[in-house]
């Protein structure tokens, strides 16, 4: 044999033995994991209890945690500090009429520093 056929033949071994050797298993064959994902999925068909609170007390108790909930889900809790309001208005003023009138042209109030909320850029 010449070494390039014996180096060929290792190379087929050692290709066939990484191809059919196992990696380290955490749980033993044939066994899977307790994991939620790989529960049915869930549908509104189900059962899901309710049983509503027993007075007034208890169930505003509940809606204010639902809320609460709610609020923190959405990242609104703690709430975030309000913008301060600085509107701009134009005030236009008729000098020629016997009444001292004015009127506002435009007015952009402010939602937070550089925008505004009609949509248009100042």
Known sequence: MTNSTRLGSLLILIAASTL?????????????????RLQ?????????????????????????????????????WPCPPRPRSTPSTTVASNATSTRSRRSILRAFPASMSRATSTGRGR
């Open 20 to 36: 059919l050797a196992e990696g380290p298993r955490a749980l033993p064959p044939g066994r899977l994991p307790n994991d939620v």
């Open 40 to 76: 049915p999925l869930k549908d509104l068909d189900g059962y899901f209890p309710f049983t509503p609170p027993a007075s007034v007390e208890a169930w505003e108790a509940r809606a204010a945690q639902v809320r609460r909930r709610i609020l923190v889900s959405q990242g609104l």
